[in-house]
């Protein structure tokens, strides 16, 4: 399925799937973009909705830009799309890959979102950014020092970034949601992902074999499967 693509404001977008009454805004991860491979599985799941996809910074068609993917801006622009999203269709549902998943849970509060579909969510970002300074042995001291800090994983720890995560629990989630993660997933350990689970009465799907990046032959089955089983008739 072929997306049109248009503007939100400043943000690159994409819409996908015949007119509907429903949408679902897709928030994609880390190195990836509005035309992430999961969103094509889940127009495919999903005839009778549309999906709503978009840029983060430094992502897609914005990479270039000066804008940087940071917590605070990534939620202001996801708020922008469901803005947009509210104001076009009846029912908004929610897809987010990874990190886009932990954007949501700061941005979707006090929203009507039907139904949350996560895929290896990133739901505590604050524990993961503790794991990532531990593998590289970067102090709390030495980032409030230096600011910002680049990792050979590729991601750069930011000292403001740290501050925001850290004044940002995640305490609410009412909206029913699916979570599929994959057991092998080094960045999202198990217990991290069953507690979110056991706390916000979400249903967990576990992938043996699989890890935080879906993308082999048998991961993207697995996610088909998932995306077929759960979707709205």
């Not at 549309?50 to 940087?68: A, V």
């Not at 850290?166 to 217990?191: K, M, N, Q």
Request: with cysteine; glycine share 6%.
């Amino acid at each position: 399925m072929n997306p049109q693509f248009f503007q939100i404001g400043h943000i690159p977008a994409a819409l996908w799937g015949p007119p509907s009454e429903r949408v679902i805004v897709t928030v994609h991860g880390a190195q990836s973009s509005k035309t992430d491979i999961t969103f094509h599985h889940l127009a495919e799941a999903f005839p009778h909705c549309q999906l709503l996809s978009f840029d983060l910074p430094e992502h897609g068609d914005r990479k270039n830009e000066s804008i940087l993917c940071k917590p605070p801006i990534c939620v202001q622009e996801l708020t922008a799309v469901l803005d947009y999203a509210e104001n076009h269709w009846n029912k908004v549902g929610l897809f987010a890959v990874s990190m886009g998943a932990y954007f949501s849970l700061l941005a979707c509060p006090g929203r009507n979102i039907f139904h949350a579909w996560f895929l290896s969510p990133v739901v505590d970002m604050e524990r993961l950014t503790h794991d990532i300074m531990s593998w590289y042995q970067i102090s709390e001291t030495r980032l409030k020092t230096e600011k910002a800090i680049p990792t050979p994983m590729g991601q750069t720890l930011y000292w403001d970034d740290y501050c925001y995560i850290r004044s940002h629990p995640i305490e609410y989630w009412p909206f029913p949601t699916g979570i599929l993660w994959g057991a092998g997933d080094t960045l999202v350990a198990r217990y991290t992902i069953a507690a979110f689970a056991k706390r916000f009465h979400g249903r967990l799907r576990i992938v043996e074999g699989a890890g935080h990046w879906f993308h082999t032959p048998e991961e993207m089955k697995a996610l088909s499967c998932w995306l077929r089983e759960t979707a709205f008739g």
